[in-house]
């Protein structure tokens, strides 16, 4: 743009007066070619009034006005004057000017537009023939790359670029894409995080800055509790009651579950993205607390081994003290030394290993002293020992109830079967025969019920219960002995026949008592459906399916 060429303008307008011979070219559609730009400005000019003299004194004021904008670098006010100009005079080398203005501007859309207005409106005569020169310019226009820089949180993510016609361009979060002008759809993707699809509009030659924050991908937890009413808490907030179902990212979390009368839970979990977690919290039963037996217990027991370990002396001074001393012993010692949540299962083995020492300490004296004065001491040394022993042995194997009921019924049962036995086999004249036929049957039975422990799952209820088989057993063994003695018009009682009866009714109850209550623990449905399938007779021999129901009892 030079200062020579204002006074050329004014001549050329003079010559083509209000340009009114120019082509009209606002009917073309706005832009270049492909490519969707706003309406130009020259196509909202309007018809200005006044005589051709004042017209071209308008004009040139413009057109002078622009041409020192453009050269002062204010090429948005040259764009104004130049338009203006054109406007009034509607000469077709204006639009160069507007061109050349945008694209100093850094507006290429609008450059290359007014230049391809230029060059449609240029005459083929045209004496600047500057004709292949601005289609040439609009073509390394229109080739300019537009620069798109996007940065993800977190980093290193794909980026991939396409238009309607396919994928332009990719590269990675953090560098510089190259595209050219028009309208992308952006896809951002990284592992481990949901995809994002964002649209933008690419003007030529322009550099572009986008920031994008990447959501982790979620997976879904459920959790369910065994009790329903449970309380469910996720990172120290409640979560639920019984169920929750809810969608996390990916990481480890911590979930606990409290109810009442059981054991709370807290179990570390760890939640894949775009997965399912699937989660059975079965909480445990609040253990029963065998505080009040424990105390009873020791303050008996404790009675017992002070006045057996004092019955040495045979004075019953020295006997009584023995005894209130052990029984303050024994409640004191229970009550303030072990702890107020004493589970129930230490306790009860406890109490049989006490009884289980007193009488194995017992018969063994006799066994091997049978000195009668050292019964008592025994006993009572046995209880002490015996109940020190249960204790540590209870807290160390943390013994359930149900176990430690299955080795009291031992012990209990083979300490009465050797009794019986004893009778039995007429031992009774030979107490170290007999004291050896009881050690017998209390280690066996104490042996078997740990045996048992080990291989079966017996409940406190379930062992009760063939206890009192046992007893029932027992009571009845004796009503038949009693029956059959009456009538053979035996009156005279005979001792070894009554012990026979017993045992047989004790090992009949006992039998009885595991048999009947083999559901209690692991109940089982009587009734299941059974498919099976029927030959039929006749020319074709064909198999025909059957459903039904069996069961056994």
Known sequence: MRAWLAPLWVVLFVLCGRASAQPDIRAR???FIGKDVATLEIDACETPDGTPESLRARGSEYYQRGDVLYSQGDYAGAVKEFVSAYCIGRFYSLLKDIGQAYERELNYELAIAYFERYVMAMPKDDPQGDYKNI??????LQELRAKILITTEPGDAQIVLSNEVGKQ???TSGQEIAVLGGHYDVLIEKKGYNSVVQQIDVKIGKPYAVFVRLDPKKGKLRVRTIPSNARLFLDQKQAGIGAFETELQGGRYTVAAEAPDFVSTTREIEVIADRDTPITIELQPQPQTGRRQFI?????AGGIAGGTLAGASSEPAVIGVGI???LGAGFFGSYFVTPRDIPLGTSSLTITSSLVGGTLFGASTVLFTGNPNRIAPAIGSGLVLGGMAGYYLG????ISPGDAAVINSGALWGTV???LFTTSFDAQEDRRIGASIVLTGLSMGTLGGVLMTRYF??????AALIDLGGVVGVFVGAAIDNVVSQSTEMSNMNSERTANYTLGGLVTGLILGGVLTRNIDTPTVPVSPVVSTTQSTGPKTSATPTFGVGGSF
């Not at 289609?135 to 390394?140: C, F, S």
């Open 29 to 31: 559609d706005a832009g």
């Open 135 to 140: 289609n040439a310019r609009i073509k390394v």
């Open 169 to 171: 361009n990719r590269g």
């Open 296 to 300: 009873g217990y020791a303050t008996v």
């Open 324 to 326: 209130t001393v052990g």
């Open 395 to 398: 807290e160390k194997s943390s």
């Open 417 to 419: 079967v050797g009794s």
């Open 457 to 462: 799952d017996v409940s406190r209820t379930r």
